[in-house]
């Protein structure tokens, strides 16, 4: 577990040099984010998934320089520095090397009300805002290297794998919020998809297009504030949940917008991208990628029906949101496009 009240502390507002007038708390499964006037702190819960574990100090300390050194590629301006945190006669002290016991992340504070989902929310988000993101994006992957650790996950086997990964962990949902006939279009699809495009993958392999990459490139985890465009919380914890095709973290935007009702502006974002990118072949696999992108968040949704802890309303809430991202998946390979 995390130390005896250092959650407690970072609450204080005299635990920090800024001297802020306020601090808030906000928790996430994996971490704690401490929210100042001016900056953000973000600790890492010593916990362990299987798909991330952050169970010891040797590990915080590498997962959050990651997360520092990744999400810089995105947002420099944002991600500040790694901040050490020692404990002494009871106490704590932020930015002291003397008796390290954990590490918190530091970054600017910017606009939650830029945020692009709630822009959105409130009909403030152009196809030319929108266009912005795209070519911003665009030149942020043109100085990400296409190296040879990267290429690895872009061969057929290791997509394949992740595809049938779906597949099985989610046959057990088939009679709830997606039906038999759903369930075997959309693997059928899949399978037949990458049978045949073979030579279609190989190509994205040759021409540079696999990458360490963002990985959960969504409305949420973009922010338009004035001219400024920041993109944050790339994933460090799992490289297999980051490395592939930039058109797979191009889908996951693009689907994102389908999903809350605006087409349109994932079309626009797609079309600057590939515009700004000169991606030629990004549009070949464009409709596989939104299909993977939408079934994998009707998955991880899916699996909060298995928690006997939640209660029916949120099992509804659960039950509907994948239901809908079945759906999705599945319109995508019903409808022309």
Request: aromatic share 12%; proline share 3%; with cysteine.
């Given at each position: 577990?995390?130390?005896?009240?250092?959650?407690?502390?970072?609450?204080?507002k005299?635990?920090?040099?800024?001297?802020?007038?306020?601090?808030?708390?906000?928790?996430?499964?994996?971490?704690?984010?401490?929210?100042?006037?001016?900056?953000?702190?973000?600790?890492?819960?010593?916990?362990?998934?299987?798909?991330?574990?952050?169970?010891?100090?040797?590990?915080?300390?590498?997962?959050?320089?990651?997360?520092?050194?990744?999400?810089?590629?995105?947002?420099?301006?944002?991600?500040?520095?790694?901040?050490?945190?020692?404990?002494?006669?009871?106490?704590?002290?932020?930015?002291?090397?003397?008796n390290?016991?954990?590490?918190?992340?530091?970054?600017?504070?910017?606009?939650?009300?830029?945020?692009?989902y709630?822009?959105?929310s409130?009909?403030?988000?152009?196809?030319?805002?929108?266009?912005?993101?795209?070519?911003?994006?665009?030149?942020?992957?043109?100085?990400?290297t296409?190296?040879h650790?990267?290429?690895?996950?872009?061969t057929?086997?290791?997509i394949?794998?992740?595809?049938?990964?779906?597949?099985?962990?989610?046959r057990?949902?088939?009679?709830?919020?997606?039906?038999?006939?759903?369930?075997?279009?959309?693997?059928?699809?899949?399978?037949?998809?990458?049978?045949?495009?073979?030579?279609?993958f190989?190509?994205?392999?040759?021409?540079?297009?696999?990458?360490d990459?963002?990985?959960?490139?969504?409305?949420?985890?973009?922010?338009?504030?004035?001219?400024?465009?920041?993109?944050?919380?790339?994933?460090?914890?799992?490289?297999?949940f980051?490395?592939?095709?930039?058109?797979s973290?191009?889908?996951?935007?693009?689907?994102d917008?389908?999903?809350?009702?605006?087409?349109?502006?994932?079309?626009?974002?797609?079309?600057?991208?590939?515009?700004e990118?000169g991606?030629?072949?990004?549009?070949?696999?464009?409709?596989?990628?939104?299909?993977?992108?939408?079934?994998?968040?009707a998955?991880?949704?899916?699996?909060?029906?298995d928690?006997?802890?939640?209660?029916?309303?949120?099992?509804?809430?659960?039950?509907?949101?994948?239901k809908?991202y079945?759906?999705?998946?599945?319109?995508?390979?019903?409808?022309?496009d």
């Amino acid at each position: 577990m995390n130390r005896p009240g250092l959650v407690e502390y970072l609450q204080d507002k005299g635990a920090y040099p800024e001297k802020p007038n306020s601090v808030s708390l906000v928790q996430t499964h994996i971490s704690w984010v401490f929210i100042c006037d001016d900056y953000v702190y973000k600790l890492k819960k010593p916990v362990d998934f299987g798909f991330l574990d952050f169970t010891t100090l040797e590990k915080r300390r590498f997962y959050t320089n990651e997360e520092l050194r990744l999400n810089r590629r995105f947002s420099p301006d944002v991600y500040m520095d790694v901040i050490p945190i020692s404990e002494s006669a009871g106490t704590y002290a932020l930015n002291d090397s003397s008796n390290i016991v954990d590490y918190a992340l530091k970054m600017k504070r910017i606009s939650e009300d830029h945020m692009l989902y709630k822009l959105l929310s409130r009909d403030m988000v152009s196809k030319q805002d929108i266009g912005r993101v795209g070519r911003h994006l665009a030149n942020v992957y043109k100085d990400i290297t296409s190296d040879h650790k990267a290429r690895s996950f872009g061969t057929i086997d290791v997509i394949s794998a992740n595809v049938t990964e779906n597949f099985d962990q989610t046959r057990k949902y088939i009679g709830g919020p997606i039906s038999a006939d759903a369930f075997d279009r959309l693997e059928s699809w899949s399978m037949s998809f990458m049978k045949n495009n073979t030579a279609l993958f190989e190509d994205r392999i040759k021409n540079g297009c696999i990458k360490d990459c963002h990985g959960d490139l969504h409305l949420q985890h973009i922010c338009m504030e004035g001219k400024e465009i920041y993109v944050f919380d790339c994933i460090e914890f799992n490289e297999r949940f980051r490395y592939g095709d930039v058109a797979s973290d191009v889908a996951f935007l693009s689907m994102d917008f389908d999903n809350n009702g605006h087409p349109e502006l994932g079309d626009a974002f797609v079309q600057a991208y590939t515009e700004e990118s000169g991606d030629s072949t990004l549009k070949a696999v464009l409709k596989f990628y939104k299909v993977y992108r939408a079934y994998v968040r009707a998955k991880v949704t899916s699996f909060m029906l298995d928690d006997p802890g939640i209660d029916s309303l949120s099992r509804d809430n659960a039950f509907n949101t994948a239901k809908r991202y079945y759906d999705l998946a599945h319109g995508y390979i019903t409808h022309e496009d």
